[in-house]
T-cell receptor
């Protein structure tokens, strides 16, 4: 049973380009969460999705950032027109349900570097 | 958003000794969950231990145990018989009955051989 799979592990983009980060949840998990970790900081919640639905995107910047979790395929976090401040590690997590009792399983993260 | 505070940016421990990491949090809720995650240099987030607030008994996982003081809103992690593989960043996290995890800023643990 593979864990949460994220790719790419490392991504380098120039300012103004687009970044796409992918996340395949654990088998049997239908809830996906994206977190961002800036250098020397803890993880910050960005967005919570179920299949074909965005449940809560309150932690995501209003512009340039979007997320989806289609019926088929991985969840995608998309950052358009990247800036240097977007450089961070982006973690995806999944759980079988969305309530507090369930432990989130994290992927290994995708490290985005913006030149 | 809930506030989780880890007041120790770095801790160092001798191999085989014990180290305690502190964590405090701010909440007005009575029902919630607390976690300690370990992040080694690989950056993978690994669950170390979790505690349900309604349980008075402190959680234990092998060499890892917590001291949960609900009234004081304190949730410290004790690592006993420290091993070189314990070297990592440790994050305390809080989750209420919704889905959001709030993390502290982390404590870097160094293990001296």
């Amino acid at each position: 049973n593979a864990g949460v799979m994220q790719n790419p592990r490392h991504l380098v983009r120039r300012r103004g380009q687009e970044a796409r980060l992918r996340c395949s949840p654990m088998k049997g998990h239908s809830h996906v969460y994206w977190y961002r970790q800036l250098p020397e900081e803890g993880l910050k919640f960005m967005v919570y999705l179920q299949k074909e639905n965005i449940i809560d995107e309150s932690g995501m910047p209003k512009e340039r950032f979007s997320a989806e979790f289609p019926k088929e395929g991985p969840s995608i976090l998309r950052i358009q027109q990247v800036v240097r401040g977007d450089s961070a590690a982006y973690f995806c997590a999944s759980s079988p349900q969305g309530t507090g009792a369930n432990v989130l399983t994290f992927g290994a993260g995708s490290r985005l570097t913006v030149l | 958003a809930q506030t989780v505070t880890q007041s120790q940016p770095e801790m160092s421990v001798q191999e085989a000794e014990t180290v305690t990491l502190s964590c405090t949090y701010d909440t007005s809720e009575s029902d919630y969950y607390l976690f300690w995650y370990k992040q080694p240099p690989s950056r993978q987030m690994i669950l170390v231990i979790r505690q349900e607030a309604y349980k008075q008994q402190n959680a234990t996982e092998n060499r890892f145990s917590v001291n949960f003081q609900k009234a004081a809103k304190s949730f410290s992690l004790k690592i006993s018989d420290s091993q070189l593989g314990d070297a990592a960043m440790y994050f305390c996290a809080y989750r209420s009955n919704d889905y959001k995890l709030s993390f502290g800023a982390g404590t870097t643990v160094t293990v001296r051989a």
